[in-house]
Structure formats: C-alpha cells, structure tokens
C-alpha cells in the first residue's frame, strides 16, 4: 500500500458530482391531526421535505427561503437518499434527486389543503436527526472527519446555489470552510487505492456526515475546529 497526496480536484470533484445532479427544488413555490408515513423511506422523506417547503411558503409566501428552512427539508433527502446500499455513487445521487424533484406540485398541494403542519410529529420521529437537540458533537479529528465535513460542505453549498435561498452570513463562512478544508484534504497522504473508488468513499462520507445531525449544527461545528482565520 502507498500513499500519495491527493490530486487537487479529487475530493471536490467527487462531492460536487452529488450536488450537481440532485438539483432539489429548495424555494419558495411550493394545527391538524398527524399522518401516517409510508414504510418507504424515499417516500417519507419526499413528503416530510414537501411539508416542511410548504409550511415555509405558508409563512414567506413566494419568497426566498431562510437557511435553516431550506437546510432542514434538504436534511430530509440527504438522509433518505444515503440509505442502504452506497456502493454506485449514481444510484445514490438518483436517490436524492428523486426524493426533491418526485411531485413538482407538492409543496402547492400541501398549502393548499393546509396539512403541511399534520406531518411535523411523524416526519421528526422518522428522521430523527432532523431535529434541534440531535447535534452531539464531531467525531475525533481524524482524516475521515475532516473529509465527511469537506463533503458535507461541497454539497450543501452548491445545492443551495443552484437554490432561490434568502441571503445569510453564513454561506460565506461555509464557503471559506470549504475551501480551507479542500486544500487540507488534497495535501494529506491517502492509500493509491482509493483512487478507484473516490466516488464511494464521497457517499460514505456524506451518508456520516448528515447522520450527526442537522447540517447548519454540523457545519458550524466543522467552521469551529477547521476553520483558520
């Protein structure tokens, strides 16, 4: 086994491949007794992700959507779309795609009948990391940390670029994370074999990284230990 610093474009290009394909519908368009979810959990979180949509356009109206609103329906599909088997990057990426883009009425559907707010309680049950209180903490500081935080990062931003997301400060320091956690990452010694299977070890990194809770907790934590003024 050999190790070798990474090529600059490795890590990025392989977490950028996420985001690039699951173009989610993150705007704006889209008090009753609580709902049953379906088992399938591509479809639960296509609901919880829709409600969540309308509950804010319920409140903004078709404005753009605050952060933390976006971040949280986002949740709902990087959760989901992670599950099971991580091995074809595709699938996964298909996944995710799929669980934003499955109804485009959705969110208008869910206004319009006025039930967003009956899936809360069983959408926080089924995908507990969703909630406030989830964030405990980041791993160690090891490789691995810092990549699933890397990933993490690519995804989440250029997701949110492609997205009708009402400006936050935020962003900038994420962005400022994720370009100080990228130049770690491609200096850092890694085995030759990992190589062939970039696009993988990305989908792992990511399925961990969205399962410590939800994302703006977890990238706040990530600005806290790596980033450098």
Request: net charge negative; glycine share 8%.
């Amino acid at each position: 086994m050999h190790g070798k610093p990474h090529r600059t474009t490795t890590w990025y290009s392989a977490a950028l491949g996420i985001a690039a394909c699951a173009g989610l519908a993150l705007s704006g368009c889209g008090g009753a007794p609580a709902v049953q979810l379906p088992a399938d959990r591509t479809e639960s979180a296509s609901l919880c992700y829709g409600a969540t949509m309308a509950l804010a356009q319920e409140k903004i109206g078709k404005g753009s959507v605050p952060l933390d609103t976006a971040s949280q329906a986002l949740h709902f599909a990087l959760l989901a779309g992670t599950d099971g088997d991580l091995d074809d990057p595709a699938k996964v990426v298909a996944r995710i795609e799929r669980i934003g883009t499955r109804d485009k009425g959705l969110q208008d559907r869910f206004v319009a009948d006025k039930n967003a707010a009956s899936y809360t309680g069983p959408c926080a049950t089924a995908f507990p990391e969703t909630q406030a209180n989830a964030f405990k903490g980041l791993p160690p500081d090891t490789r691995d940390t810092r990549i699933q935080c890397y990933v993490l990062s690519t995804v989440v931003l250029q997701i949110f670029a492609q997205s009708d997301i009402a400006p936050d400060p935020r962003t900038a320091t994420w962005v400022k994370l994720n370009g100080q956690l990228e130049q770690l990452s491609n200096s850092e010694v890694y085995p030759a074999e990992d190589d062939d299977h970039i696009g993988e070890i990305a989908m792992r990194a990511l399925a961990k990284a969205v399962r410590w809770g939800p994302p703006v907790d977890a990238m706040a934590a990530c600005g806290d230990r790596y980033l450098k003024d």
